[in-house]
């Protein structure tokens, strides 16, 4: 089955600098690409996602790039805020249905 | 526009008892997924129903089911409880049985077993 890696596991950046959080897959079919941010005590929330036939997506301050060569996307933040702190999981399609996630992220921004 | 909708948001329950956990789709979708997530991990696919059918299940055993109504809403069903039940259950939405269209996470219910 469809394998997914997150990296780092713990990210903490001073306010004002960039986060880059990396995820590597097995299946080289898998052809959609999301992200979420989890805050503490709430569900995941889908704040971007790619599909295979686009290189980079970019919505203000964050952005995703994919390399389907060597099958790994990244999540860049910049400019981070506080309210940036969050737990964010990648994730790729395992089969037609359902989502096969990374462990995570912890993201911490100071103040 | 509502979004996605689980109740309870908590729930304690005792070691052997049977516990149902209820979503609501966002309006506009017809397919709900069930996943679990233990503390510090990523969800993990439990089952997904659309067309009132469960179409995939994950790696769970068969004290989980759920059902699906006409409404497009979901029960997720755990009977014979067990202490590594615990965890908070969450339920996504989505159009047409794809996940590649978009999941949409709810709250989630948070599961405690003693």
């Known amino acids: 089955g469809e394998n997914v890696e997150q990296h780092p596991s713990t990210l903490s950046v001073q306010e004002g600098d960039s986060a880059v959080i990396k995820c590597t897959y097995s299946?080289?079919?898998?052809?959609?690409f999301p992200w979420y941010k989890q805050e503490l005590g709430k569900g995941p929330q889908l704040i971007i996602d790619?599909?295979?036939?686009?290189g980079e997506k970019k919505d203000q301050r964050i952005a995703v790039t994919l390399n389907k060569t060597a099958k790994h996307f990244s999540l860049h933040i910049t400019e981070t805020q506080p309210e940036d702190s969050a737990v964010y999981f990648c994730a790729v399609p395992g089969g037609s249905e359902k989502l096969v996630f990374g462990k995570g992220t912890k993201l911490t921004v100071n103040p | 526009d509502a979004g996605v909708t689980q109740s309870p948001t908590h729930l304690i329950k005792t070691r052997g008892q049977q516990v149902t956990l209820r979503c609501s789709p966002k309006?506009?979708?017809?397919?709900v997924s069930w996943y679990q997530q233990a503390l510090g991990q990523g969800p993990q696919f439990i089952f997904q129903y659309y067309e009132e059918e469960e179409r995939q299940r994950g790696n769970f055993p068969d004290r989980f089911s759920g059902h699906q109504f006409p409404n497009y809403s979901s029960e997720l069903n755990v009977n014979a409880l067990l202490l590594g039940d615990s965890a908070l259950y969450l339920c996504?939405?989505?159009?047409?049985?794809?996940?590649?269209?978009?999941?949409?996470f709810g709250p989630g219910t948070r599961l405690t077993v003693t």
């Open positions: 790619i599909r295979s036939n686009v």
């Open positions: 309006s506009g979708h017809d397919t």
């Open positions: 299946d080289s079919a898998s052809n959609y």
């Open positions: 996504a939405s989505s159009l047409g049985g794809q996940a590649s269209f978009g999941q949409y």
